[in-house]
T-cell receptor, first 110, second 114 residues
Framework: QQQVKQSPQSLIVQKGGISIINCAYENTAFDYFPWYQQFPGKGPALLIAIRPDVSEKKEGRFTISFNKSAKQFSLHIMDSQPGDSATYFCAASIGGKSTFGDGTTLTVKP | DGGITQSPKYLFRKEGQNVTLSCEQNLNHDAMYWYRQDPGQGLRLIYYSQIVNDFQKGDIAEGYSVSREKKESFPLTVTSAQKNPTAFYLC?????????????FGPGTRLTVL
């Protein structure tokens, strides 16, 4: 049973466009929802995170939208840049233990 | 320069051999984690430890073993019982075993079984 479903698997966006990645979860006990960015051959790094009592969080060009009733959350990357090309993982955490989505490979074309 | 290190970066193993992957952190973090990453899949939790001398199985612990004798070290042994060990292995640590603490990841070890 996959507890965190992420889509799309891959995404191609033109420079300056908006990238949107979606995740859905099943366990309502999850209490923390981070997004990680991973470049090839490297470990993931935290990008932005949100708690379930907040509907939106913005940090620079990155925004998380959270819909608790639908059990969905999404990452929006505004003004996407070629340097944003990477794999993005959503995760849902409880008690320090995280369950990850399968990842989205983002390619931003110049 | 604080961080989390993994060694070696690349590791080759013959079938039937056990191999140990190293993970060290100097961040003074209580919690440490091991994940496995396969192409097209997310990170899957193998084992985690929230305190020295204690650890719990994750979702895919079969064929793996760990120890946590020191706060800064959390080595992972891939045993011959692991049927498909070729993968990218990631170690992570966090300040405490609660959800709102960022997990810091190491650079990973790519294990290939020949």
């Amino acid at each position: 049973q996959q507890q965190v479903k992420q889509s799309p698997q891959s995404l191609i966006v033109q420079k300056g466009g908006i990238s949107i990645i979606n995740c859905a979860y099943e366990n309502t006990a999850f209490d923390y929802f981070p997004w990680y960015q991973q470049f090839p051959g490297k470990g993931p790094a935290l990008l932005i995170a949100i708690r379930p009592d907040v509907s939106e969080k913005k940090e620079g060009r990155f925004t998380i939208s959270f819909n608790k009733s639908a059990k969905q959350f999404s990452l929006h990357i505004m003004d996407s840049q070629p340097g944003d090309s990477a794999t993005y993982f959503c995760a849902a955490s409880i008690g320090g233990k995280s369950t990850f989505g399968d990842g989205t490979t983002l390619t931003v074309k110049p | 320069d604080g961080g989390i290190t993994q060694s070696p970066k690349y590791l080759f193993r013959k079938e039937g051999q056990n191999v140990t992957l190293s993970c060290e952190q100097n961040l003074n973090h209580d919690a440490m984690y091991w994940y496995r990453q396969d192409p097209g899949q997310g990170l899957r939790l193998i084992y985690y430890s929230q305190i020295v001398n204690d650890f719990q199985k994750g979702d895919i612990a079969e064929g793996y073993s760990v120890s946590r004798e020191k706060k800064e070290s959390f080595p992972l042994t891939v045993t011959s019982a692991q049927k498909n060990p070729t993968a990218f292995y990631l170690c992570a640590s966090s300040l405490a075993g609660t959800s709102e603490h960022e997990q810091f990841f190491g650079p990973g070890t790519r294990l290939t079984v020949l």
